[in-house]
């Protein structure tokens, strides 16, 4: 590597006026391949991403963790950053109108840089997941915290609830 393009041996990383013209600093994606298989006890098929660098590193992984070798196996593919859908990372819980039953108990709170009011909702079951009294709440957001910073609303559907853990501050309203 050219001195041109390392910083002082600091251990700091590059600045970008380190890195010849024409140079962009990439940050390496992580390369996954697609495997399926045959299950040896129930017969069922499954299909499961491995993070490997070559179609053999894949293979020998698979293997190695269920014991068979694939039936096939897709990519190199790259894997994306920043789109997960999973539950844990999910915030809004959208239900339908017969279960957005509101109970009396109402919250202010402060949820991504904006003030609001959180509505309670009767218990419910959503997904096979068994919510109780409050736990969900209907946002209705204000005025942002700091009016000084540009910051988008957050949007909800006509639908949609959200917890009440991810509200921060949560103080119930006192009914008068």
Same mark, same amino acid.
């Given at each position: 590597m050219s001195q041109d393009n390392k910083s002082s041996d600091s251990g700091m990383p590059p600045t970008p006026s380190s890195f010849p013209p024409g140079e962009k600093r990439v940050r390496p994606r992580q390369i996954i391949f697609s495997c399926g298989g045959k299950g040896k006890d129930n017969g069922k098929q499954f299909?499961?991403?491995?993070?490997?660098?070559?179609?053999?590193? @894949?293979? @020998?992984?698979?293997?190695?963790?269920?014991?068979? &070798?694939?039936?096939?196996?897709?990519?190199?593919?790259?894997?994306? &950053?920043?789109?997960?859908?999973?539950?844990?990372?999910?915030?809004?819980?959208?239900?339908?109108g017969k279960d957005m039953v509101p109970t009396p108990q109402r919250w202010t709170g402060i949820f991504k840089g904006w003030k609001g009011y959180f509505n309670g909702i009767a218990a419910v079951t959503h997904d096979g997941i068994d919510y109780e009294d409050n736990e969900l709440v209907r946002p209705a957001f204000d005025e942002p915290v700091d009016k000084d910073r540009k910051m988008p609303r957050p949007r909800f559907g006509p639908n949609s609830v959200m917890r009440l853990a991810d509200v921060e501050n949560a103080r119930p309203i006192e009914e008068e």
């Amino acid at each position: 590597m050219s001195q041109d393009n390392k910083s002082s041996d600091s251990g700091m990383p590059p600045t970008p006026s380190s890195f010849p013209p024409g140079e962009k600093r990439v940050r390496p994606r992580q390369i996954i391949f697609s495997c399926g298989g045959k299950g040896k006890d129930n017969g069922k098929q499954f299909k499961e991403r491995i993070p490997a660098k070559t179609l053999e590193d @894949a293979i @020998a992984c698979f293997e190695g963790k269920h014991g068979i &070798k694939p039936i096939h196996v897709d990519g190199p593919f790259y894997e994306v &950053k920043g789109t997960s859908k999973s539950e844990e990372n999910r915030v809004s819980i959208t239900l339908k109108g017969k279960d957005m039953v509101p109970t009396p108990q109402r919250w202010t709170g402060i949820f991504k840089g904006w003030k609001g009011y959180f509505n309670g909702i009767a218990a419910v079951t959503h997904d096979g997941i068994d919510y109780e009294d409050n736990e969900l709440v209907r946002p209705a957001f204000d005025e942002p915290v700091d009016k000084d910073r540009k910051m988008p609303r957050p949007r909800f559907g006509p639908n949609s609830v959200m917890r009440l853990a991810d509200v921060e501050n949560a103080r119930p309203i006192e009914e008068e």
